[in-house]
């Protein structure tokens, strides 16, 4: 069995915080858990307005707290995002993200992280990515 606490993860090398300034990510569990998958916390912050483009990876996504939106590229259509929606990226979705206020989400990905990714200039996360040490 694996036991985490949230606030002891935000404390350690499994908080990755973007580059650009837009989001933090607090890496619960990775792909050496041998789960299948990957779970995140993820704080995205007010104001952030950015692409992405998960190229290999299937994302879903849970808000937990705070509203945005997400918008699909391919049709321009947008969404609300609020507490307690779920949008899910399984066509490997070509996406804006809007935070009108700072948003709290829990994230799924498959293939999982290793966990010091950060998006590349496609707004993708790579494969081959650093792994956190445990």
């Known amino acids: 069995m694996i036991v985490r606490e949230l606030a002891q993860a935000?404390?350690?090398n499994r908080r990755i915080v973007s580059p650009d300034g837009n989001w933090?990510?607090?890496?619960?569990?990775?792909?050496?858990?041998?789960m299948g998958f990957?779970?995140?916390?993820?704080?995205?912050?007010?104001?952030a307005d950015f692409r992405m483009h998960y190229q290999?990876?299937?994302?879903?996504?849970?808000?937990?707290?705070?509203?945005g939106e997400v918008e699909t590229l391919d049709d321009g259509k947008?969404?609300?995002?609020?507490?307690?929606?779920?949008?899910?990226?399984?066509?490997?979705?070509?996406?804006?993200?809007?935070?009108?206020e700072e948003m709290t989400m829990a994230c799924v990905f498959n293939p999982p992280l290793n966990g010091k990714e950060v998006h590349n200039k496609d707004g993708a996360y790579?494969?081959?990515?650093?792994?956190?040490?445990?």
């Not at 990957?38 to 104001?47: D, R």
């Not at 990876?57 to 705070?66: F, N, P, W």
């Open 10 to 12: 935000r404390d350690s």
């Open 24 to 34: 933090e990510s607090t890496r619960l569990l990775l792909k050496d858990d041998h």
């Open 38 to 47: 990957s779970f995140h916390i993820t704080t995205i912050y007010k104001g």
């Open 56 to 67: 290999n990876h299937l994302e879903s996504v849970y808000c937990i707290s705070g509203k």
């Open 78 to 100: 947008r969404y609300p995002i609020t507490p307690g929606t779920i949008y899910i990226l399984d066509k490997h979705d070509r996406h804006m993200l809007r935070a009108f």
């Open 126 to 134: 790579e494969l081959a990515a650093e792994t956190i040490e445990r």
